[in-house]
């Protein structure tokens, strides 16, 4: 029986091994692969997502795109931009938490996630979404060269469980798809 939630220890990228376990038939709509050390995590257009190894939320999620994305693309990462935004808000208990459309997570002007949505396009058609998250939790000291990153535990001054946010996340990202797939609201 394939598992919705698993733990990697080591991989190079959670996207990539989600692509590859959806083209293996090893992924049913809602798995989640958390990764403790990602060695080439993904960003937008190219760009690397830097972290250190047993500090950070590092997930992929897969889900089936034709109940409700196959035509609006953007509906999905609008859905999965505010249940990041809404987690990261609750985790902190700081309000000031926002979106920077359309895949970045600030607290006031600093970066303390992002997300990479990448598609399984199969004779033009979209079938699957692979949606990335980073978040930046545990992590007090950044490479030198990104601009404004921040952590959690930098905003909130306290240890968290990750396994146990990463978890609650992938509750929260599949119960606002699976809610708006039903035609009900994801709440805020």
Known sequence: MQQ??????????????????IRKGESIDGSCWFAW???????????????????????SIVVNSKPLYANNLFILSALVAVAVRKSCAKFTNNNAVKIKWPNDIYIGDKKAAGILIENIVTDGQILNCVIGIGINVIQTSFDGNLPNPISLKMVADKDYDIIEMARELHKVILDCIFNTRSSRRCNE
């Open 4 to 21: 919705l939630f698993s733990i990697l220890q080591q991989v190079d990228s959670t996207n990539n091994y989600a692509m590859a376990a």
């Open 37 to 59: 050390h990602q060695t080439g995590g993904k960003g937008q257009r190219g760009k690397s997502w830097l972290n250190r190894p047993n500090k950070n939320i590092a997930m």
